[in-house]
């Protein structure tokens, strides 16, 4: 609990998607985040992000808002107090109180990310389209100096499928593959058993495929994990899992990665604690953004480049979606060969009082 009297205020921002986003749970042409500012009886400043993705996220909008109203009459913080259902809104929390406490703007974690003087290596992301238009993303990333690159697979049929990421090897053989089929190859497909799929897709060198199975699915992930030639990542089946309950499924599972996104697993220590029982099994990572602001991303990748307590040499990262939207919160971020860092020519200029938008100005005065 901060021992101080806090200031909470925030706002709800709607994102808006330069293109549709489509995922395998929906099309996304907007996407809600709460952005919160904590001010200190000594008038310090820190801000948080609260991001949920429509249809995945266990937030709920209304208990985020009616918890962030009771937080602004308390004028505390208690972490612990916050409902288990609501990761994100913890995470945002936890984020605000860090740059509250962290000398600098926006900075949750300093070092030489925040300072301008490291680089995060990061996948570029490839939206569901057609086949041509998948090939023509990849296409795109390459020629900007990516070299790892992750694609959701799961909405049209294999063979389809198998063309297009044939098409993306043969023209890029030397880059590193990852995708995601957010438990979509738990649906029945005529002559394409989930192994089978795995098969194939090994055979062209890919990296590793998140979530081939739904979540709840442990037994099925666990006998995949076990027989498949493509490394298997869990994304999904983190989230809601108890701390007590983790390391049972890592070792009921024994996946070879694990993908971490802090909005969906309830923040930095919530994270930090996957790694540790993930490491003590010999098990890799990496952390992904859930499509944040610039907030939420830059607090990300400092934690990633300077918080996590960790042995592991950093993979390329999932925090390539700050270009996404035509609305997102000016700052430094800035994406050049595949690279993430805080060294662009942009000031923060939202969401500070007065400089950002109508929106924010009036929603988030004293």
Known sequence: MMGKYLDVQWVRYEMHFKTPARTSRNTLTTKPSWLIRVRDDEGALGWGECSIIPGLSPDEPALIESTLNRLKIRRQIDLTSIPHQLPALRFALEMAVLDLKTPGVFTAYSGDFSNGNRSLEINGLIWMDGPDGLIAQANRLVETGFKTLKAKVGTMPFEQELNWIRSVRSAAPNVTLRVDANGAFSKSELGWSPLDKLKALAELGLHSIEQPLVADDHVGLAELCRISPLPIALDESLIGVMKDQQGELLDAVCPDYLVLKPSLLGGFSASQYWI???????????????????????????????????????????????????????????????????????????????????????????
């Open 276 to 366: 540790s029982e993930a490491e003590r099994r010999g098990i890799g990572w990496w952390v992904t953004s859930a499509l944040e602001t610039n907030v939420g991303l830059n607090a990300i990748a400092q934690w990633t480049a300077n918080g996590i307590q960790s042995e592991s040499k950093l993979m390329p990262q999932g925090l390539g979606t700050g270009a996404l939207f035509t609305n997102n919160i000016s700052g430094p971020l800035d994406v050049k060969n595949g690279f993430l860092s805080a060294s662009g020519n942009e000031e923060w200029e939202a969401p500070e009082l007065g400089g950002a938008s109508e929106c924010l100005e009036a929603n988030l005065s004293p």
